[in-house]
């Protein structure tokens, strides 16, 4: 197996693209389709101050090291969701990627900042963990990003994720989160933009970047993760992509070309007359964190209450008397300093298959 580009030795094959290709190259792939997808939705511009949004996972990781490679300046947020063991490991590949690269590591903690953590916070809300996450991420994310002035929300979604969403949304019609659907969400007062860089690269691509470049990520799921619908969808596409490489790739950017514009302007510029979508002119202000919400209370204040949550000793001293609202700037701890290392130790074919 050769190269396609140098004709060296190659260590993976990517089947949508017919290539092979070295260690070398494969970094430059990745890059490339990084770029494109940057430069065809206009995500980033050069000058543009960066949150990448980290798991500690191999999307998360890849995409902060393929960004910074690639000039930007990004710094990461790591929310920690207090995921007992998988909370505690994650935060670690978190934490060493930033040092290693001497970046900045935006940490905030649910339990010690907020008073819960999913398991026992969803359970105590009735509400599936990962609502509870979602809800708890889309909220948090947005306040540090807008907290920090940063231009734009990054985060890991890769071509494998954004296909299986949208078979799902497919297989359910599900018109108005079609409509959603897109690369970038454009900033909108109280919302920061929101891109996703690596929809031209597979879960695959991410986990070989990794390991080819001496990245160490949280290869375990998420242990609420059991069950969750969209595995089952992955697993669909995965079975007919082997048989038919590329299909997973025509089928999401088929979409962005040629279906997304349709079903936006069917069910969002017809909003609110024409769909259940909320316009920006409906929402208000949530009365507790200020955050744009449909009611008094936003769905992060309201699940802060029912988990039974509160603010940080840390935060607690800010507040005034009364006040047991999430509505105090999150804390903020700054991880970075230590020597940079090298991240190009070559790893042999073998490896990356067996990773693979
Ligand atoms: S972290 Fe959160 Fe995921 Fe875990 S609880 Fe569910 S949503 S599965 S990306
Ligand atoms: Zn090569
Ligand atoms: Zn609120």
């Known amino acids: 197996m050769k190269c396609v580009v140098c004709r060296e030795s190659a260590v993976i094959d990517v089947r949508r693209a017919n290539s092979n290709f070295c260690s070398d190259h494969f970094v430059r792939f ?7 997808a940057i430069r065809e939705f206009d995500m980033l511009s050069s000058t543009d ?16 090291d393929l960004l910074q490679r690639s000039g930007y300046q990004a710094d990461g947020l790591y929310l920690g969701l207090g995921i007992e063991d998988y909370s505690d490991t994650s935060v670690v590949f978190a934490r060493s990627f930033a040092q290693s690269r001497n970046l900045n590591l935006i940490e905030v903690d649910l339990p010690t900042d907020y008073g819960y953590d999913i398991p026992s916070g969803a359970r105590a809300a009735r509400r ?21 002035s940063y231009d734009v929300l990054v985060t890991g979604h890769n071509l494998d994720d954004e296909a299986a969403v949208l078979f799902g949304n497919v297989l359910r019609w599900q018109t108005e989160y079609l409509a959603r659907q897109m690369p970038v969400l454009q900033a909108r007062p109280g919302f920061p933009k929101k891109v996703k860089p690596l ?32 595995l089952g969808y992955k697993e669909a596409l995965n079975s007919i992509e082997l048989a038919s490489p590329g299909t997973k790739s025509d ?5 962005l070309r040629k279906a997304s514009e349709l079903f936006r302007s069917a069910y969002l510029e017809a909003a609110p007359q024409g769909g259940t979508t909320e316009s920006v002119e409906d929402l208000t202000h949530c009365v507790r964190c200020s955050a744009p919400s449909t009611s008094t209370l936003c769905a992060f204040c309201r699940l802060v209450e029912k988990a039974g949550g509160s603010v940080g000793a840390e935060q607690r001293g800010l507040r005034s008397a009364g006040d047991t609202s999430a509505a105090q700037p999150v ?6 300093v230590g020597p940079e290392v090298s991240t190009t130790a070559p790893l042999r074919p073998t490896e990356v298959e067996a990773e693979l």
């Open 30 to 36: 990745c890059q490339e389709q990084m770029s494109r």
């Open 49 to 64: 101050r960066v949150l990448v949004a980290v798991s500690g996972g191999k999307d998360s990781l890849a995409v902060w």
């Open 128 to 148: 599936a963990p990962c609502s509870a996450c979602g809800t708890s991420k889309r909220h948090l994310f947005d306040k540090v990003a807008l907290e920090g």
């Open 199 to 230: 929809i031209r690269l597979s879960e695959r691509d991410t986990a070989a970047y990794c390991i080819l470049l001496g990245i160490d990520y949280m290869v375990d799921e998420c242990p609420m993760s059991a069950g969750n619908k969209h």
């Open 251 to 255: 089928f999401y950017s088929g979409f």
């Open 331 to 336: 804390r903020i701890t700054k991880r970075a």
